[in-house]
């Protein structure tokens, strides 16, 4: 990550991978000061020692505690803002935990991004807030709104920039279905696959940095980026895997679908494509700008006429199997782990 003069940046969940990669950038650029805020001291004492850097600032606390984020804020130059429970059944069993962490945790950070004069405020969104049906996207989306509404309330011009991104799944993230399909077939257990015909968007972590750094560098007040990502269906996704790991026959059991997710998933809408500008590799989605005399809100209508379709998973890129395997090859963990499979065989 290029510099550019920047002095401090805080990172909210700073220990999770997204917080981890980014730090390590940060640290890279020669950046001075790197604070982490999380709850977990395990998880902060094992970066410690990994790092043993001294310009990392470690802050144990929690974004609904008001005060633990205006501790770690105070005079910080930028924030990125990647504290949030992410994990759909979670949320679904404990929604008002999501709203905690997720909406009021999002408002706490948002002020006092204002009140210290932080420079660039960036909030990682999700493309399950867009449609919402479960409450993990419900919490996401109404952060993307507390984010945009603050970014209104203080203005173009203002010192503080608030900005949003938005990305679909991350390739081998803990917990998600690839690091799962590969136990599945190292332990001989049959793949469990919900429904073969769903879609998602594949990215790798590397990509969401780089979304983040964009949005950093290039965001007006209230912008939301998106970076346009391939898909591919789950049963691609499987069969891909399979054949990594020399087992194009491995079994499969169709399970059907979990609570509360979808076919496929949108990283964009229609009414938000409309007000976008495309950059090539990402959207910029404007802000609305209109003021609190809701009188333009009522009275006057947006004219662009919305004729474009929603971008989601169905209709981006879709991969052909061999594409799959290739994007799986370039992930450092998957390497890893096909790797040792060669070795084991020989
Ligand atoms: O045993 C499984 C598990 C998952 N899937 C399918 O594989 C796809 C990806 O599943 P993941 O669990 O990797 O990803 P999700 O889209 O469900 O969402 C995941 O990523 C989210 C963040 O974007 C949250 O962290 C969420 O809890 C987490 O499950 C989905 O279509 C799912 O139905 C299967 O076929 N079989």
């Known amino acids: 990550m290029a510099n550019n003069a920047i002095e401090s940046v805080l990172i909210t969940g700073g220990t999770g991978s997204f917080g981890k990669t980014m730090l390590k950038q940060l640290l890279a650029a020669d950046v001075p000061e790197i604070r982490i805020l999380s709850r977990d001291e395990e998880k902060q004492d094992a970066l410690r020692n990994e790092l043993r850097d001294a310009r990392v600032k470690y802050y144990i606390g929690d974004v609904r505690d008001r005060e633990s984020v205006e501790r770690a804020s105070k005079g910080v130059q930028n924030i990125f803002h990647a504290a949030a429970l992410k994990q759909v059944p979670s949320c679904e069993f404990f929604p008002m935990q999501a709203v905690q962490t997720n909406i009021i945790g999002s408002e706490n950070v948002v002020r006092a991004a204002i009140n210290e004069r932080v420079k660039s405020l960036v909030c990682l969104s999700t493309d399950k807030a867009v449609f ?51 136990k599945q077939i190292k332990s001989g257990n049959p793949i469990t696959v919900t429904e073969p015909t769903m879609t998602r968007f594949l990215m790798p972590l590397r990509d969401s940095v780089a979304l983040v750094k964009y949005a950093f560098e290039h965001a007006n007040q209230g912008d939301l980026f998106i970076k346009k990502a391939p898909a591919s269906t789950i049963i691609d996704l499987v069969q891909a895997i399979k054949e990594l790991f020399d087992a194009p026959d491995h079994p499969v059991e169709i399970i059907g679908w979990r609570h509360a997710e979808k076919l496929y998933e949108t990283l964009a809408s229609a009414q938000e494509l409309a007000t976008s500008d495309d950059m090539g590799d990402y959207y910029r989605i404007h802000m609305d700008n209109r003021d609190l005399n809701y009188k333009p809100y009522f009275e006057e209508g947006d004219k662009t006429t919305v004729s474009l379709e929603d971008y989601h998973s169905h209709n981006t890129q879709q991969l052909s199997v061999a594409e799959v395997k290739d994007l799986l090859m370039t992930l450092p963990e998957v390497q890893a782990e096909v790797a040792a499979h060669k070795e084991g065989v020989k």
């Open 132 to 182: 919402p049906v479960n409450a993990m996207g419900m919490s996401k989306a109404m952060m993307e709104k507390v984010a945009q509404a603050g970014a209104r309330e203080i203005g173009q011009g203002a010192e503080t920039t608030i900005s949003c991104v938005r990305y679909g799944n991350v390739m081998y993230s803990r917990g998600s279905a690839i690091p799962l399909f590969i």
